[in-house]
């Protein structure tokens, strides 16, 4: 069995949430699983007319009628009343659309590389001393630019072929040594590369490597003018021509100081973090009753913001840190008013808190959300006054079979129609019309009402390849059902019983820090 690089593993595991602990856990318990089960999956026997019937469920149409009564159309002449307005406000079962979050403004400062980077002494004695010991960096990698006539040898060449080839390359050389201005001409009319010889040959800049082989070795020897003598590639013969040569040069210490400066107090700053990471760790935790401390202490800037319990859509940074907001909302910074420890909120970056003002969760008074008040009502107002309507076309429709509801559609599952709600179809998908034409109302999402008179069904063709997936998937399922019906079975014999204490230890401690 082929083992994992442990760099690959690493990045799994870091993927999927877990440590090495709880990836052998889930295996671990996958296998227990698996092991009394597995001869009962593999001899589950599912009856040809159950698949049929799944089948037909999961494929088939049917045709309907239907009339959407929406709760947008009633809204506009609803005028709530004081009375109902107090009174939606003081239903318990609104509660949550009215109450505030708890939060927290706090002041944070955070410890990092680039906190530090300020910091760092510079003189230009000292930039120019790590210019030099870095001087590649601030180079541009040499590009030459080459011509080339090439004789093609295939890779499955005859010798006879090859030495024919070598002939014809050598015999142009000698040409081009007599001739070398000649070498543009030359390649138009016998080079066998078909992208450069019209172009005299010419290949533009490259960088050493980016033909490999012997061609490049040839090329980056040369001298500005040369022509190579006969270089042998996978391809065929080449004759090398260089045309031109730019970079290779460092850049002059003036015109890249910014850059070095940059570099250098970022080197610096990471060789600063491990002291100032033990000092900033210790100063907020030993002196706890705020950040001004820690931030004379390491020239650190204070930050401000209001958080709550878990992180902001699109937040980022320190502050979508789950861990720093759960120490922001401990006991120990909101009832203590003490500091949050220096919480790693990023690899090399520590952060501290301090709660300046703590808001409970609250009602909102209705002053507050009047108009979210009356907007809930006029849409619970609007909702019934479409169901009473609704309900009312469906005794209709259901005494009257000549009624004709205004619009048609035929619905399945399989590429369903977009104009219909998806709580019709299903509604339509499980009438019962063995005994003809059914009538019936759904409510729909947005509070609305839809009447319909589901008309008869509308088989659908099946490819080979839909019955052959869709026999998989119910034998599947009845394996499946099987598999967790005997596993309840055993769990029930053997008085199984769920720690649950235990098993929030054992996640905690699977979980990656």
């Known amino acids: 069995m082929r083992s994992l690089d442990p760099k690959q593993l690493a990045a799994t595991l870091a993927q999927q949430g877990l440590t090495k602990d709880g990836l052998y856990a889930r295996v671990s318990d996958g296998l227990t699983r698996q092991q009394p089960l597995r001869g009962i999956t593999a001899s589950a026997l599912v009856p040809a007319i159950a698949t049929q019937a799944a089948l037909g469920a999961w494929f088939d149409q049917r045709e309907i009628q239907w009339q959407r009564f929406d709760a947008k159309d009633y809204a506009g002449a609803i005028r709530p009343t004081e009375a109902q307005i107090q009174a939606y406000y003081a239903d318990k079962a609104h509660t949550a659309e009215f109450t505030a979050p708890e939060q927290a403004k706090v002041d944070f400062v955070v410890l990092d590389a680039d906190a530090l980077k300020p910091q760092v002494p510079v003189t230009d004695e000292l930039l ?10 601030y180079t541009v ?38 001739n070398p201005a000649g070498f543009a001409d030359a390649a138009r009319k016998n080079s066998q590369d078909a992208g450069s010889a019209p172009a005299g040959g010419d290949l533009d800049f490259m960088r050493k490597g980016a033909i490999p082989g012997a061609f ?4 980056f020897s040369m001298k500005q003018g040369d022509i190579s003598d006969v270089v042998r590639s996978d391809s065929g013969f080449h004759i090398i021509e260089l045309t031109a040569i730019r970079g290779g040069v460092a850049k002059p210490f003036d015109e890249v100081r910014a850059q070095v400066e940059d570099q250098y107090r970022s080197e610096q700053a990471q060789k600063m973090f491990a002291a100032a990471a033990e000092k900033f760790t210790n100063t907020v935790y030993e002196q706890p009753d705020g950040l001004e401390p820690a931030i004379a202490a390491l020239k650190l800037t204070r930050q401000t913001a209001v958080v709550q319990r878990t992180p902001a859509s699109g937040a980022a940074g320190p502050l979508a840190s789950a861990r720093l907001l759960a120490a922001i909302f401990s006991n120990e910074a909101i009832k203590n008013k003490h500091n949050t420890e220096a919480v790693e909120t ?26 979210q008040v009356v907007d809930g009502v ?25 009624l004709a509801l205004p619009l048609a559609a035929t619905v399945g599952r399989i590429a369903p129609p977009p104009e219909v709600p998806r709580a019709v179809i299903d509604a339509a998908l499980k009438a019962d019309i063995g005994k003809g034409p059914v009538v019936t109302g759904v409510a729909l999402p947005d509070g609305g009402y839809a009447v319909m008179r589901v008309v008869k069904p509308v088989p659908r063709a099946r490819t080979e390849s839909e ?20 596993y309840d079975t055993l769990k029930e014999r053997y008085k199984v019983k769920y720690r649950e204490d235990r098993i929030a230890k054992a996640t905690a401690a699977s979980a990656p820090n």
């Open 346 to 371: 990023a690899p090399r970056q520590l952060t501290a808190a301090h709660v300046v003002d703590y808001t409970p969760q609250h009602m909102r008074p209705l002053a507050q959300v009047h108009d």
């Open 216 to 219: 490049s070795d040839a090329l």
């Open 378 to 402: 006029r849409k619970t107002q609007a909702a019934a006054a479409a169901l009473k309507d609704g309900q009312a076309r469906v005794a209709e429709a259901a005494g009257n079979p000549a």
């Open 141 to 178: 990698p040499q590009e030459r630019r080459a011509s080339h006539i090439l004789i093609n040898v295939a890779p499955n060449a005859s010798p006879a072929e090859v030495a024919k080839a070598k002939a014809q390359a050598d015999a142009l050389l000698v040409q081009l040594r007599k």
């Open 467 to 486: 019955a052959a997936q869709g026999k998989s998937l119910v034998e599947q399922a009845f394996e499946d059902a099987e598999a967790e019906a005997a």
């Open 128 to 137: 120019r001393q790590f210019y030099g010991s870095r001087e590649a960096a």
